[in-house]
């Protein structure tokens, strides 16, 4: 298959990125409106996706922020039947390229601190690093998030920082002898959906640990995907 990774064009390819969120979050939780995307998009954000024969498999949509040289990433998806082949990681090393390109060095955006394949790309694929735990950021959402309070954690990703520059070639961020680790679900998703109640008690077990560790001054510098663990190192 072969594939193309630039910036959206046209207001078609916009209503394909509403689309394709829709098919991955689920009905309900609202998608961002695509003339909302053009336009900031033109105002001086990203909106990118990976095509397959014109064809919209995946995107990231970001913009900016209060603080110059610091761009927040708003979505990342791809859809379903596109799964496992590498187009989250590829989109996010685009994001990179575009983002330095322009002059920023800092890119920023939340994600569900129980979600394995999250936290294994954005981490131990990535490089990205995380201090700040949000409690229930987004209140009640619908969709595949609905039934749980919506943590989530603040990744900051450094776009010159050495773990990145590893990342980039292939060595991800998961071996850091004597940290500390909080082990996440296998299958958050499935657990929500066949036990809310010990989905709950997972969660709060996780933002009490995370937490607590960042209120010691830890921060999140690796993921050990094997054994599903939050690596937390001293800051400095």
């Known amino acids: 298959m072969s ?6 064009s046209g ?10 969120q829709r098919a991955v979050w689920g009905e309900g939780d609202k998608e961002d409106p695509a003339d909302l995307m053009m336009v900031i998009q033109q105002e001086g954000g990203l909106a990118a996706g990976a095509f397959a ?13 209060v603080s110059p040289g610091i761009q927040h990433s708003h979505r990342l998806a791809v859809l379903p039947e596109a799964r496992g082949t590498g187009l989250g990681v590829r989109l996010k090393w685009y994001q990179r390229d575009w983002c330095l390109a322009h002059g920023i060095a800092h890119i920023r ?27 229930d950021y987004y209140g009640a959402m619908e969709g595949i998030n609905s039934g749980t309070p919506s ?24 071996h850091l002898p004597g940290a500390e680790r909080v082990e996440i679900p296998a299958d958050f998703a499935t657990l929500l959906e066949q036990d809310p109640q010990f989905a709950l008690s997972e969660r709060l077990r996780v933002r009490s640990a995370l937490q607590a560790g960042f209120a010691r001054g830890l921060v999140v510098r690796g993921f050990d995907p094997a054994a599903r663990s939050y690596l937390l190192t001293p800051r400095g």
């Open 11 to 20: 207001m078609a390819e916009f209503r394909a990125a509403e689309a394709l």
């Open 3 to 8: 594939l193309q990774f630039r910036d959206l």
């Open 53 to 65: 024969e014109g064809r919209l498999l995946g995107y990231v949509f970001g913009f900016p922020t």
């Open 109 to 135: 955006w939340t994600f569900d601190p129980l979600r394995l394949t999250n936290a294994a790309l954005n981490i131990a694929r990535l490089g990205a690093e995380v201090s700040t735990y949000l409690p």
């Open 151 to 174: 943590d989530r954690l603040l990744a900051d990703w450094h776009l010159a920082a050495p773990q990145v520059a590893l990342c980039a070639q292939g060595q991800g961020a998961i």
